[in-house]
């Protein structure tokens, strides 16, 4: 397993600790590709792969269908997807990704936590040189796949040739991760749908190039930094590049 794929699980296992809190952040984003693409998930490529992704964190039907039905209501609000960074304590760099229908709120929230840490929220763009941000897909594997012929296949669309095999204990079946440029997004998912993968699931995340030491002192502050940040409704997930 590679760096991407750690640094993933690690994520994960955290997320799943705080199941409510992933099934809103999913709602949201539900509701963005329902307003941009429309309610149907055969004509909604963006919906259709953030439905995979829902039911592989175990979000129940009810939950979705009621997700979609609400984002088409008059009264929802629009959410706008905005990421903030800036360094937090001991110099860890921090990225918070959010889905806000309200930016001056959330701005305020996230740079009053940053200022109680002794952190400084930065400019958009100013550290990602630390982070690669990418896009990643989770599809299941079907029996007698060739990866190395998909991986050569779908370099036309900038994806990486690190990629991940995992046992999925809740729906007891093989899945396959690769990773890619988020502006072949769409061209990504086209091609695994076209080529009959099930379960076609798309997120976008950020992976840390440079990690930092920390020692155990300077870890319990940055998580506790990272927790006040995510009591926050719209931060959806927080990344460093703490090691």
């Known amino acids: 397993m590679g760096r991407a794929f ?30 941009a693409g429309g309610p149907e998930p055969e004509t909604n490529p963006t919906l259709r792969s953030i439905i995979a992704v829902c039911k592989r964190e175990n979000m129940p039907k ?11 209501g008059k009264d929802q609000s629009d959410y706008k997807e905005v990421t903030y960074e800036g360094y937090g304590p001991h110099g860890i760099a921090v990225f918070v990704d959010t889905l806000t229908d309200n930016t001056t709120r959330t701005v305020a929230d996230v740079r009053s936590i940053f200022n109680k840490f002794s952190g400084n929220l930065g400019t958009t763009g100013s550290l990602s040189f630390l982070f690669d941000h990418k896009c990643v897909f989770t599809f299941k594997k079907p029996e007698g796949l ?7 296949e779908l370099i036309d669309f900038n994806v990486d040739d690190e990629f991940d095999e995992e046992f999925n204990e809740d729906t007891n079946e093989d899945t396959i991760t690769i990773y890619g440029d988020p502006k072949s997004y769409a061209m990504i998912q086209k091609f695994l749908e076209d080529k009959g993968f099930e379960g076609v699931g798309g997120e976008f995340t950020y992976i840390p190039n440079d990690l930092k030491e920390v020692t155990d002192e300077q ?7 990272v927790e006040r940040l995510e009591e926050f409704d719209d931060v959806q997930t927080v990344y460093t590049n703490m090691k």
């Open 6 to 35: 750690e640094y993933r699980k690690a994520a994960k296992m955290k997320r799943w600790g705080h199941m409510a809190k992933t099934f809103t952040r999913l709602g949201k984003q539900i509701a963005i590709a329902v307003k």
């Open 62 to 72: 009810d939950n979705i269908e009621r997700a979609i039905k609400n984002a088409m």
């Open 146 to 152: 060739d990866m190395d012929e998909l991986i050569l």
């Open 219 to 225: 870890r319990e502050v940055i998580e506790k930094m």
